[in-house]
């Protein structure tokens, strides 16, 4: 949550930082604010709203320069408000800088900064951090100041600082918020996230927590917070600028839901050939998976949508691998003392990889000996780093703050898993392997035919846009997919009420509720308890519930079941929840356009949410 952004090199200093910052929108939008240095001191401007009202506000000032910091926010402490945005200064205004994080002892630093006779002007946390340098400098040079100053911060940072006392360098230092340095040609960047920089460079420098740089036009030092330098290597970045474009769509988050059959080809990518009947992974992945045993017990880790492709994974793992499996939500897993250790194997799945709840869980977990196994889509991320092997998604960047094509690619990567351990624990039938392996190289092609049910979901759409409720029903692995149909609703269209639950709950409460013209989407794809949600549905039609109903192609009965329908592709039942997702989405995107929500950036949400 907050982006940020630090820039040395060639003018016109703005309009690089603007850009960066509107592709780090995501990390946070409720204000945003930039400081560039030049031969006049520093000039800091910042506002509540967005990065285009910023740029509004920029647009009649002539600010030149070739160093500067930019940010983009998440309020955390302090409301959204224009002294709240960040940059923040010490009380000369020759020291400016930008976080990403929380500081959690800020209020005895304040206090002591206060007595010592430092002035403060907003209610955020991280003006102390200006302070604190600000104070330090008074006797060590910018950079020992800077690191002093680190060394008193307990909590999460990723920061840039300029001051006019070294025109010629920007800062940074990371501990539990990321921070890459891109490298340019006599440019040099700092930011939040990959796409800041791809406009400029692919060459990327990942940094580590509790490391600290000093970056001129030239190049990079990077050191401990003692000061101890360190030397690293650029890494090769895949992902292009395209990727990180909307290239036509109104958003991303439809670019996103479109790009699937291209993410989940990319996810079996070298991984499973039609024509062998095996998988492979990469060769950590490989011997992490063949000291697994069976009777090992497997804990998923996850948040949010991430949870609800493990709660399938956990459903899938369990039947065809025979393995026992407990998905948890990270952030109860860190505070419950669930029993973990050097026999279970811990599965984090995190499109970020820097989920502050599952890091803190993989933290945790690493601690007690358990072995760490992440999903996770954004390579070089914290949780890749820390984990003993990582299963790439290889999504390409996923924007919008909606997960939609990170799901299904974490699904696929899903199901991988389950097939490798299937056949190496000898757990499934060679037949049934083959027929499930020729079933997931299928998945692309089928997500493609479910996309062609937008223009029928459009209409749909329009009869329950002013719908205020909706429940979603599913059972077996459809239950995830009634959660995460329910979520991608209610994250990004506010105005309305969603709840997921499995089919067969309903009559244990939620069924009260439901009132004429209710609408209940029903998860009815061919599987064994397909007549089951049959009677489900019929449940709530007695109470006069609108049934939308998604079922296979072919169903010849269903449609007297239902009040809409929607028919998607055959396929294997544990596979369904990839191809439901589809409909799920589009249904979701449209009704959230037909209200009018800004839905790449739903309000008091963030894309990654890297704090508590
Ligand atoms: O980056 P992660 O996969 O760890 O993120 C987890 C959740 O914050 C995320 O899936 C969130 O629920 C999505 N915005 C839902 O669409």
């Given at each position: 949550?907050c982006?940020?952004?630090?820039?040395?090199?060639?003018?016109?200093?703005?309009?690089?930082?603007?850009?960066?910052?509107s592709?780090?929108?995501?990390?946070?939008?409720?204000?945003?604010?930039?400081?560039?240095?030049?031969?006049?001191?520093?000039?800091?401007?910042k506002?509540?709203?967005?990065?285009?009202?910023?740029?509004?506000?920029?647009q009649?000032q002539?600010?030149d320069g070739?160093?500067?910091?930019?940010?983009?926010?998440?309020?955390?402490?302090?409301?959204?408000?224009?002294?709240?945005a960040h940059p923040?200064?010490?009380c000369?205004?020759?020291?400016a800088?930008v976080h990403?994080?929380?500081?959690?002892n800020?209020?005895e630093?304040?206090?002591?900064?206060?007595?010592?006779?430092?002035r403060f002007?907003?209610?955020?946390d991280?003006?102390v951090i200006?302070?604190?340098?600000?104070?330090?400098?008074?006797r060590?040079?910018?950079?020992?100041?800077?690191?002093?100053?680190?060394?008193?911060?307990?909590?999460?940072?990723?920061?840039a600082?300029?001051a006019?006392?070294?025109?010629n360098?920007?800062?940074?230092?990371?501990?539990?918020?990321?921070l890459?340095?891109g490298?340019?040609?006599?440019?040099?960047?700092?930011?939040?996230d990959?796409?800041?920089?791809?406009?400029?460079?692919?060459r990327?420098?990942?940094?580590n927590?509790?490391?600290?740089?000093?970056?001129?036009?030239?190049g990079?030092?990077?050191?401990?917070?003692?000061?101890?330098?360190?030397?690293r290597?650029?890494?090769?970045?895949?992902?292009?600028?395209?990727?990180?474009q909307?290239?036509?769509?109104?958003?991303?988050m439809?670019?996103?839901?479109?790009?699937?059959?291209?993410?989940?080809?990319?996810?079996?990518?070298?991984?499973l050939?039609?024509?062998?009947?095996?998988?492979?992974?990469?060769?950590?992945?490989?011997?992490?998976?063949?000291?697994?045993?069976?009777?090992?017990?497997?804990?998923?880790?996850?948040?949010?949508?991430?949870?609800?492709?493990?709660?399938?994974?956990?459903?899938?793992?369990?039947?065809?691998?025979?393995?026992p499996v407990?998905?948890d939500?990270a952030?109860?897993?860190r505070?419950?003392?669930?029993?973990?250790?050097?026999?279970?194997t811990?599965?984090?799945?995190?499109?970020?990889?820097?989920?502050?709840?599952?890091?803190?869980?993989v933290?945790?977990?690493?601690?007690?000996?358990?072995?760490?196994?992440?999903?996770?889509?954004?390579?070089?991320?914290?949780?890749?780093?820390?984990?003993?092997?990582?299963?790439?998604?290889?999504?390409?960047?996923?924007?919008?703050?909606?997960?939609?094509?990170?799901?299904?690619?974490?699904l696929?990567?899903?199901y991988?898993?389950?097939?490798?351990?299937?056949?190496?624990?000898?757990?499934?039938?060679?037949?049934?392997?083959q027929?499930?392996?020729?079933?997931?190289c299928?998945?692309?092609?089928?997500?493609?035919?479910?996309?062609?049910?937008?223009r029928a979901?459009?209409?749909?759409?329009?009869?329950?846009a002013?719908?205020r409720?909706f429940?979603?029903?599913g059972?077996?692995?459809?239950?995830?997919s009634?959660?995460?149909?329910?979520?991608?609703?209610?994250?990004?269209?506010?105005?309305?009420?969603?709840?997921g639950?499995?089919?067969?709950e309903?009559?244990?409460?939620?069924?009260?509720?439901?009132?004429k013209?209710?609408?209940?989407?029903f998860?009815a794809?061919?599987?064994p308890?397909?007549?089951?949600v049959?009677?489900?549905?019929?449940?709530?039609?007695?109470?006069?519930g609108?049934c939308?109903?998604?079922?296979?192609?072919?169903?010849?009965?269903?449609?007297?079941?239902?009040?809409a329908l929607i028919?998607v592709?055959?396929t294997e039942?544990?596979?369904?929840?990839?191809?439901?997702?589809?409909p799920?989405?589009?249904?979701?995107?449209h009704?959230a356009?037909?209200?009018?929500?800004d839905i790449?950036?739903?309000?008091?949400?963030a894309?990654?949410?890297?704090?508590?």
């Amino acid at each position: 949550m907050c982006g940020i952004i630090g820039y040395i090199g060639k003018p016109p200093v703005v309009e690089t930082l603007l850009d960066g910052l509107s592709r780090l929108e995501y990390r946070g939008y409720d204000s945003a604010g930039i400081a560039v240095l030049n031969g006049n001191g520093i000039r800091v401007y910042k506002r509540a709203g967005k990065v285009k009202d910023l740029r509004a506000t920029l647009q009649h000032q002539s600010l030149d320069g070739h160093v500067g910091i930019s940010h983009c926010r998440w309020a955390t402490h302090g409301v959204p408000s224009d002294i709240n945005a960040h940059p923040h200064v010490d009380c000369r205004g020759q020291l400016a800088l930008v976080h990403n994080g929380i500081i959690e002892n800020y209020a005895e630093l304040k206090a002591k900064l206060l007595s010592q006779g430092h002035r403060f002007q907003s209610q955020t946390d991280t003006e102390v951090i200006a302070h604190l340098v600000e104070e330090h400098a008074k006797r060590l040079s910018l950079g020992e100041a800077f690191r002093k100053a680190l060394q008193e911060l307990r909590g999460s940072y990723a920061l840039a600082l300029v001051a006019t006392s070294d025109p010629n360098h920007v800062y940074g230092a990371r501990c539990g918020s990321p921070l890459i340095v891109g490298v340019g040609k006599g440019e040099m960047f700092l930011a939040s996230d990959v796409p800041a920089v791809l406009a400029k460079t692919r060459r990327v420098i990942y940094l580590n927590d509790q490391e600290v740089i000093e970056m001129s036009s030239s190049g990079v030092q990077i050191m401990t917070l003692e000061g101890k330098p360190i030397k690293r290597k650029p890494s090769q970045v895949t992902w292009n600028l395209a990727s990180a474009q909307k290239e036509g769509y109104d958003h991303f988050m439809l670019k996103e839901i479109h790009e699937q059959p291209n993410a989940v080809e990319q996810t079996l990518f070298n991984r499973l050939a039609s024509t062998a009947p095996q998988i492979t992974f990469d060769r950590r992945t490989t011997t992490l998976l063949n000291r697994l045993s069976p009777d090992e017990r497997i804990v998923i880790l996850a948040c949010g949508t991430a949870y609800h492709a493990g709660m399938v994974g956990e459903y899938m793992l369990e039947e065809f691998a025979k393995i026992p499996v407990d998905v948890d939500l990270a952030s109860e897993f860190r505070y419950r003392g669930i029993p973990v250790d050097p026999n279970t194997t811990v599965l984090a799945i995190t499109q970020s990889g820097e989920t502050a709840d599952t890091l803190a869980g993989v933290r945790l977990a690493k601690s007690q000996g358990a072995k760490i196994l992440s999903i996770c889509n954004v390579m070089g991320s914290s949780i890749a780093r820390e984990s003993d092997a990582v299963i790439y998604t290889h999504a390409g960047p996923e924007i919008a703050v909606a997960s939609t094509k990170a799901y299904t690619s974490q699904l696929t990567a899903l199901y991988l898993l389950t097939l490798y351990l299937a056949k190496s624990h000898g757990a499934l039938d060679p037949k049934r392997w083959q027929e499930l392996a020729e079933g997931l190289c299928r998945l692309p092609e089928l997500i493609e035919k479910a996309l062609s049910t937008e223009r029928a979901i459009k209409l749909i759409a329009r009869r329950y846009a002013s719908a205020r409720d909706f429940y979603y029903l599913g059972r077996r692995y459809n239950f995830p997919s009634a959660m995460e149909g329910a979520l991608k609703l209610k994250e990004i269209c506010p105005t309305i009420h969603a709840e997921g639950y499995a089919a067969g709950e309903m009559k244990h409460g939620p069924i009260s509720l439901i009132r004429k013209g209710w609408p209940v989407v029903f998860l009815a794809t061919d599987s064994p308890v397909y007549e089951k949600v049959i009677s489900n549905i019929e449940e709530v039609r007695a109470r006069k519930g609108e049934c939308i109903v998604i079922a296979s192609e072919g169903n010849k009965t269903i449609r007297r079941h239902a009040d809409a329908l929607i028919a998607v592709p055959k396929t294997e039942e544990l596979f369904s929840p990839v191809i439901v997702a589809v409909p799920l989405q589009l249904l979701a995107y449209h009704i959230a356009k037909l209200n009018k929500c800004d839905i790449d950036q739903p309000p008091n949400l963030a894309k990654s949410v890297t704090v508590e």
